[in-house]
């Protein structure tokens, strides 16, 4: 059971928006900012979005990060057949002292 | 180019103790803007973080592990290192290590913007 909880497998067409929710309590995300990682099959993850909006040099603007008190949302804009990958959300977590995961949200572009 | 790259035993009995390794090439680990990280991540589930370090010695552990881990630098070497006793099955995993950039002062909060591609712990006897 993950601290931060997503939406399990949603699916998008190529050139659909696509968004992923991540909700988290007052000592999580509601205290600290929200980063979000990309992983493909079979590859380690990557930065895809940190202090919840910004993205990392090389990451398209199709990628879009917000939050709003206790949960966050990512979205991909003009869906690409590469966007197909697992996305987790992570924030820092004041009770535990340490970082939280959120379970993951496998994205299938059909 | 910073590059990150773990190693290990591959397989670990049950009880006994992993030791992994983290070799940081391109940057220091003794730079005191960022912290360096593990997170795991068993067959077919999520990602977990496990354990974070800051050159000058402090460290963060994920509670459930915290009595188990521990987690350390060489900078000589320019490495870092982990050390997770008592193994089960459940700690069968790809363990990834990472490097955390965040605001200054509360940089262990921040983002893992560096990964390694992982090593693959196998518990059996």
């Known amino acids: 059971q993950s601290v931060l909880t997503q939406p399990p497998s949603p699916s998008g067409t190529p050139g659909q928006r696509v968004t992923i929710s991540c909700s988290g309590s007052s000592s999580n995300i509601g205290s600290n900012t929200v980063n979000w990682y990309q992983q493909l099959p079979g590859t380690a993850p990557k930065l895809l979005i940190y202090?919840?909006?910004q993205r990392p040099s090389g990451v398209p603007d199709r990628f879009s990060g917000s939050k709003s008190g206790t949960s966050a949302s990512l979205a991909i804009s003009g869906l690409q057949s590469e966007d197909e990958a697992d996305y987790y959300c992570a924030a820092w977590d004041n009770s535990l002292n340490g970082q939280v995961f959120g379970g993951g949200t496998k994205l299938t572009v059909l | 180019q910073l590059q990150l790259q773990e190693s290990g035993p591959g397989l670990v009995k049950p009880s006994e103790t992993l030791s992994l390794t983290c070799t940081v090439s391109?940057?220091?680990?003794?730079?005191?803007?960022?912290?360096w990280g593990w997170i795991r991540q068993p067959p077919g589930k999520g990602l977990e973080w496990v354990a974070s370090?800051?050159?000058?010695?402090?460290?963060f552990y994920n509670p459930p592990l915290k009595s188990r881990a521990a987690i350390s630098l060489d900078t000589s070497k320019n490495q870092f290192s982990l050390k997770l006793s008592s193994i089960t099955a459940a700690d069968a995993a790809v363990y990834f290590c990472?490097?955390?950039?965040?605001?200054?002062?509360?940089?262990?909060?921040?983002?893992?913007?560096?990964w390694g591609q992982g090593t693959m712990v196998t518990v059996s006897s």
């Open positions: 391109g940057d220091s680990i003794s730079s005191s803007s960022y912290y």
């Open positions: 202090s919840n909006n």
């Open positions: 990472a490097r955390c950039s965040g605001t200054v002062g509360i940089i262990a909060r921040g983002a893992f913007d560096i």
């Open positions: 370090v800051h050159y000058i010695g402090t460290t």
